[in-house]
């Protein structure tokens, strides 16, 4: 089944991940369902936080997808695809976004969108894969620092909930294809090129404080690979933060 044929469309969910994850387990959808929501009770977001937005103008969304031996160690292509995917639906506004690793999606530093996929093993293999996409569509004023939405940087005041959920999918499909076809260095080397702050001078945390620090790749297992004093650290996504002042 492609990308997006199944959709299931909700009123409200304590949370699309947690909805798809109960009908995954019962056998009851298949590879490229949606479940979509107007509201969410209880949205999810990555490192435990809470994903509030308000109802009917944003979307929220769970896509699953059933990936043909694809390996555990080779998880991360999934946050790669969806962060290109993501990437190049918003260009088709004419959206000029980043990927802040590993899949926050940022237009000039503010988050429009954020991902949270959480998977399902089968022994050694990803058996399915639940990517969940909060994306800031209508919502002009949103109530947290460094947050935007797709209005505030078109002409047009209101867009179509549903065909700009038809207009992702079609971007996903298409990037899913392209991987199927030229494999994981292919979507990696895609990737680099939208990463924020590749190659920049900027301020991070770790756990030893605060340092001036250059990203200079993603490895092989997806984590983050940042010069620290002359020297290349590899990072998880709980053992940096990135801090917001200027740098030199
Ligand atoms: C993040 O922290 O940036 C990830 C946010 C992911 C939010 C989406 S909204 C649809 C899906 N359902 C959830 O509970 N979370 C994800």
């Not at 939405?149 to 990037?175: G, K, M, R, W, Y």
């Not at 899913?176 to 979507?187: D, P, T």
């Not at 404080?209 to 650290?233: M, W």
Request: hydrophobic share 40%; proline share 2%; net charge negative.
């Amino acid at each position: 089944m492609s990308i997006g044929q199944k959709i299931i469309h909700l009123e409200s969910v304590d949370s699309t991940n947690n909805y798809a994850a109960i009908l995954l387990s019962e056998g009851r959808i298949g590879h490229g369902t949606v479940i979509l929501a107007d509201e969410q009770t209880n949205g999810r977001g990555q490192r435990g936080a809470k994903w509030s937005s308000a109802a009917g103008v944003n979307l929220l969304f769970s896509l699953v997808l059933l990936p043909d031996n694809l390996s555990v160690s080779d998880q991360c292509v999934l946050t790669e695809i969806t962060s290109i995917a993501l990437i190049e639906f918003l260009r088709k506004f004419g959206i000029s976004a980043k990927v802040k690793w590993p899949n926050d999606i940022l237009v000039n530093g503010e988050k429009i969108a954020g991902v949270l996929i959480e998977n399902q093993l089968k022994g050694n293999n990803i058996g399915s894969s639940i990517i969940g996409i909060g994306l800031n569509v209508n919502q002009r004023v949103v109530d947290l620092p460094r947050v935007t939405s797709i209005v505030n940087h078109i002409d047009t005041p209101f867009l179509n909930l549903t065909e700009t959920l038809l207009s992702f999918l079609a971007s996903f499909d298409s990037c899913w294809k392209n991987y199927q076809l030229h494999g994981k260095s292919h979507i990696r080397e895609i990737y680099l090129k939208e990463l924020y702050q590749l190659n920049e001078h900027a301020f991070y945390a770790d756990q030893d404080g605060e340092f001036e620090g250059v990203i200079n790749g993603v490895n092989e297992a997806g984590l983050l690979q940042v010069i620290k004093r002359n020297e290349v650290k590899t990072y998880e996504i709980k053992e940096i933060s990135f801090i917001y002042r200027n740098a030199f």
